[in-house]
């Protein structure tokens, strides 16, 4: 742990994640921009599995509670935003008025480093993203390029379907209906059911994928620990959004989504093939659009992909960006 002097009033520390879980959830709680993936729920997991011993957080307090914190990790000479990889957004997490404590924070990351840093990649950054804007430390340079664009449903409506096609909404309609004659039920997944949703999540998603002779996502064994290790903690945050549908008391697929202030993300699906004729990942996908209505979110973000079935949900591409930075 490392501490330095920023000002008078802030204290600026160096730490691991899973020391500061509970203050790090209180501040995502009240930052503004903060997505699902900037959350301890998400990376305190990420972390245990994809970089155990590597990861820092940088951290500002002021009188003593946490106002911005940058969690980083080291492989092979660079520095990376934690999270990188599975992660389809990037950033700190900032308490309204601290933003400028960007370039501060990236500064102690750098130094809490116990050998060289070769290259900072900063990846997946919303245009917003103090990150962006942040003076690059001392003698370093940096350059920006464009990242994976998301594609971002606007809700509108009171089922959140204003901004989506009336084909679509007629296949949601229709998928609707085709389960409810099969005796079938949409369901959203409790807490107490987070971790066997989730194994059933990796068992359809596996399902599908084998059918087109292909691996998927969840083939990555890192993959999976973290989605086994991440469920039940977002459950326990309030931060998860899994549906299902059940028929027969048998789970056919299910939807795993992330959500955040004002945003749902809808993460990844699975269904069994035997039931493909119900369209179970439409009812889900459309379900999840209407929960989101409900409880007064703004957008659904269908994350990195420009697989056509987004645009036809009414989802339009969002720029992401990638700023790297290395010594002058």
Known sequence: MTALALADRLALEVCRPQTIEDAWQRLWLSAPAATPFSSPAWLVPWARHYAPGRCVVATVAAHGELVACLPMFWWKGRLFLAGT???????????????????ALLRAAVAAIDRPVERIELCQLLRSSPLLAAAPP????????????????????????????????????????????????????????????????????ALRWHERGEAGVLADPLQRRLLADAVPALAAAAMLRMLRVRVADRTVAVLFALHGERQTCCYLSGFDPAFAHLSPVTALVGATIAAAAREGDETVDFLRGSERYKAGWGASPEPRFRRVLVPG
Do not use: Q, T
């Open 85 to 103: 990889g599975p992660s389809d957004h990037g950033d700190g997490v900032f308490a309204r008025g601290f933003e400028d404590s960007a370039a």
């Open 138 to 205: 001392l003698g370093w340079r940096d350059c920006v390029v464009a990242g994976d664009a998301c594609p971002v449903l606007a809700i509108a409506g009171d089922d959140g379907m204003g901004n989506v096609g009336k084909r679509m909404r007629r296949n949601w309609r229709y998928a609707m209906h085709a389960i409810a004659r099969a005796g079938g039920v949409i369901e959203r997944v409790d807490a107490a059911d987070a971790a066997p949703a989730a194994a059933d999540l990796e068992r359809l998603h």
